[in-house]
């Protein structure tokens, strides 16, 4: 009896399961989590304000990066904070896409101390900062601060401006601060693939 109970309600949370995920965005539209509107509203800001990042805020956006996961969790990343007046001009001789942030976050990696696949030797250093790199963006978003990803520098500049990022590879900078009032999400932000160009079940 008791057997034939257990089945009856293994059964039953089955089904409850399969039907809660074919018919999941009833139950949670993606488009109205606090997830997903993070993310629809962030964009790229290049122009910004003035106004200061608060210590807390910056605090608090290293915690979140510190946060992110890493193949095997090596976590082969390092994040350096650029704000005195100083590191910001030795930072300007290597790119010109800082758009005025009063503070840039970089972020690089260590190919020796990550994750490489055994088959085909792919190292995971550059996936495992992209992901740290994504959670600055939308920790960023969440404090309300404006924040773009820039992949344009000079590797070598940086090199020499700080040599504290000696045996790093830099993938990444993030200049974060407020938008200025006049700051638009370039029209490039609204051009997505389609749901059905992008995704497809196999
Ligand atoms: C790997 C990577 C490198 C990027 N490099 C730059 C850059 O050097 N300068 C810049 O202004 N934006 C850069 N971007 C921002 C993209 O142009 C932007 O994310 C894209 O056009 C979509 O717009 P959105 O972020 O407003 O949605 C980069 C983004 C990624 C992911």
Request: proline share 6%; glycine share 4%; hydrophobic share 40%.
């Amino acid at each position: 009896m008791r057997n034939k109970i257990s089945a009856y309600l293994s059964d039953i949370s089955r089904i409850h399961h399969r039907a809660a995920f074919t018919d999941v965005k009833h139950h949670t539209n993606p488009k109205t989590t606090l997830f997903a509107k993070l993310v629809r509203k962030r964009s790229s800001c290049r122009k910004f304000s003035d106004a200061p990042v608060f210590d807390e805020e910056i605090s608090q956006i290293i915690e979140v990066a510190r946060l992110a996961p890493s193949a095997k969790n090596l976590q082969p990343v390092h994040v350096w904070v650029v704000r005195s007046p100083e590191a910001m001009e030795k930072l300007k001789t290597a790119t010109t896409s800082l758009y005025g942030a009063p503070v840039v976050f970089m972020v690089g990696c260590k190919s020796e101390e990550a994750w490489v696949r055994e088959c085909d030797g792919k190292n995971g250093a550059e996936t495992d900062a992209a992901i740290v790199g994504t959670h600055i963006l939308l920790q960023a978003k969440a404090l309300k601060l404006g924040s773009v990803w820039v992949g344009s520098f000079d590797p070598a500049k940086i090199k020499e401006a700080f040599p504290e990022t000696a045996g790093w590879e830099i993938t990444a900078l993030f200049p974060v601060g407020h938008p200025a009032k006049d700051a638009t999400p370039s029209p490039m932000h609204d051009k997505r693939k389609s749901a059905e160009e992008f995704s497809s079940e196999l």
